[in-house]
């Protein structure tokens, strides 16, 4: 017997509506959980904060991959390749912790 997906009800409040804008993330990992920290470096500064950090299990960061990989691909679709400063083989901004 298969199951009916089921609706969810989703709420988002005034404040995380206007959203963060991020151009660096940091993951580290246990054995249990995925932490994805973003923050934004600014021109010339020499240190930032962390503005967002988001605690998942490793399925769910595994789910979080493949909706990204599915939802670039729709836009890349819609709106041609999209191109990476330097090449794709640079890290700017977004790498995993070491």
Same mark, same amino acid.
């Given at each position: 017997? !298969?199951?009916?997906?089921?609706?969810?009800? @989703?709420? @988002?409040?005034?404040?995380?509506?206007? $959203?963060?804008?991020?151009?660096?993330?940091?993951?580290?990992?246990?054995? !249990?959980?995925?932490? *994805? %920290? /973003?923050?934004?470096?600014?021109? $010339?500064?020499?240190?930032?904060?962390?503005?967002?950090?988001? *605690? +998942?299990?490793?399925?769910?960061?595994? +789910?979080?991959?493949?909706?990204?990989?599915?939802?670039?691909?729709?836009?890349?679709?819609?709106?041609?390749? *999209?191109?990476?400063?330097?090449?794709? %083989?640079?890290? *700017?901004? /977004?790498?995993?912790?070491?």
């Amino acid at each position: 017997m !298969q199951q009916k997906p089921r609706q969810l009800n @989703i709420e @988002i409040g005034e404040k995380e509506s206007e $959203g963060i804008y991020a151009n660096l993330v940091m993951i580290a990992h246990s054995p !249990q959980e995925i932490i *994805i %920290d /973003f923050a934004r470096v600014m021109p $010339g500064a020499p240190k930032t904060k962390v503005l967002s950090r988001i *605690i +998942m299990t490793p399925a769910h960061a595994k +789910m979080l991959k493949r909706a990204l990989e599915e939802n670039l691909k729709k836009y890349e679709n819609q709106y041609g390749e *999209i191109k990476l400063p330097g090449g794709a %083989d640079k890290n *700017i901004g /977004f790498q995993a912790a070491k």
